[in-house]
Nanobody, 133 residues
Framework: QVQLVESGGGSVQSGGSLRLSCAASGGTYSPYCMGWFRQVPGKEREGVASLDSDSRITYADSVKGRFTISQGNAKNTYYLQMNNLKPEDTAMYYC???????????????????????????WGTGTKVTVSS
C-alpha cells in the first residue's frame, strides 16, 4: 500500500498559477498508473492528468495547454503545475496511484485518467483549489 499526501492548494485569482504536490511513501508499484483528479460537490470525480510507468502522459481536454503533470527526480513525488487558472478549475484535487497487472503501454491512453480504474489503488485526502474571477 502507498500513502499519498497532497499539498499546494490555495486560493488564487483567475489567470493565476498553483503547483500541487503529491508525496508518496510506503511502497511502489510497477507497472502503475498515477493520476490527478478533481471533484466539486454534487459532481463526479474527474480525471485531470495522468502518467503511467511507460511515461505516457494524458490530459483532460479542459486543462490541455494549461496544466502539466510531472514526476520528481526521486520518483516519490508527483506534481501538477496549473497555469492560467479559471474559476471552473475550483475543486478538491486528489492524487492516486494504482498497480497494473499488465504493461501500461498495452492500455488505452486514457485508461489512467479514469477514476474508476483506481478502485484497487491508493488515494490521498485532497487539497482544495479555489479560483476567483
Amino acid at each position: 500500500q502507498v500513502q499519498l499526501v497532497e499539498s499546494g492548494g490555495g486560493s488564487v485569482q483567475s489567470g493565476g498559477s498553483l503547483r500541487l504536490s503529491c508525496a508518496a511513501s510506503g511502497g511502489t508499484y510497477s507497472p502503475y498508473c498515477m493520476g490527478w483528479f478533481r471533484q466539486v460537490p454534487g459532481k463526479e470525480r474527474e480525471g485531470v492528468a495522468s502518467l503511467d510507468s511507460d511515461s505516457r502522459i494524458t490530459y483532460a481536454d479542459s486543462v490541455k495547454g494549461r496544466f502539466t503533470i510531472s514526476q520528481g527526480n526521486a520518483k516519490n513525488t508527483y506534481y501538477l503545475q496549473m497555469n492560467n487558472l479559471k474559476p471552473e478549475d475550483t475543486a478538491m484535487y486528489y492524487c492516486a496511484v494504482v498497480p497494473l497487472g499488465v504493461a501500461s503501454g498495452t492500455l488505452n491512453r486514457d485508461y489512467c485518467l479514469r477514476p474508476a480504474n483506481y478502485g484497487e489503488g491508493d488515494w490521498g485526502t485532497g487539497t482544495k483549489v479555489t479560483v476567483s474571477s
